[in-house]
């Protein structure tokens, strides 16, 4: 456990390697990190709009990660109509296979750094009883409405990793709330462009939608496509 514990307070960004940032690295930490912002700027972007500074200070990158869900409807009466009138006129329709999906139609994860680092294709780091395990984020992450990851009760989140392959690559993190500060995202996209004058490569993922953070690569290869 003390090996765990060192590996979540320390973090490491070198040139011509990967950054390695402890689950306890503050969020205001990645902020004001220049080579985070230079080599991935899709993550600087979405840790400047987690709450407000204060907050920053304190929230790590591991807590954000593995925020638990919220409900949807928790929301003042006026911004949820605002809301349900966006979506529909994007085209979203509510869809329940079972009374279990019904119950739970409301979850929504929160978390504005898991898009980015999806989009950066992260890996993090997870100590257990059986030792330290490293994993894609993505494979972390359910799709399912009810169980939004796959982290056992005697695990925890300990480092989590920025490939070499993806620094340079341009980035934006955009989310939808209903202040401009402090809120949780009713909607947050992020993207990363792989760019060399024409578009090479793209990824893009989603927050605020489902139950969790989601990669959306179909939208991806066709803005590709589109752009060659």
């Known amino acids: ?86 979506l529909y006129q994007e085209g979203w329709r509510p869809v329940a296979t079972s009374r279990r999906e019904e119950r739970n139609a409301g979850r929504r994860f929160s978390g504005d750094t898991p898009p980015a680092l999806l989009c950066l294709n992260a890996e993090i780091e997870i100590v257990g009883p059986k030792g330290f395990r490293r994993v894609p984020l993505k494979e972390l992450l359910y799709k399912r409405r009810v169980v939004r990851m796959k982290l056992e009760k005697n695990e925890m989140l300990t480092r989590v990793f920025l490939p070499e392959t993806m620094s340079g690559w341009q980035g934006a993190y955009l989310k939808l709330r209903i202040r401009g500060s402090i809120d949780y995202p009713l909607a947050g996209v992020a993207v990363a462009i792989k760019k060399n004058g024409v578009v090479q490569d793209a990824q893009a993922a989603i927050t605020g939608v489902k139950s969790g953070a989601a990669l959306d690569s179909e939208r991806c290869r066709c803005v590709c496509a589109v752009r060659r």
Not at 9 to 19: D, E, I, M, N, V
Not at 67 to 73: A, V
Request: hydrophobic share 40%.
């Open 1 to 86: 456990m003390c090996a765990a514990s060192r590996s979540c307070r320390r973090s490491k960004s070198c040139p011509g390697t990967q950054s390695r940032s402890g689950a306890l690295t503050t969020l205001s930490t990645i902020e004001d990190s220049g080579f985070i912002q230079r080599n991935y700027p899709a993550l600087h972007e979405a840790v400047k709009t987690v709450a407000s500074p204060i907050l920053r200070n304190m929230g790590t990158l591991g807590g954000n990660i593995c925020l638990d869900t919220r409900c949807l409807w928790l929301q003042p009466v006026a911004a949820v109509a605002a809301l349900v009138r966006l």
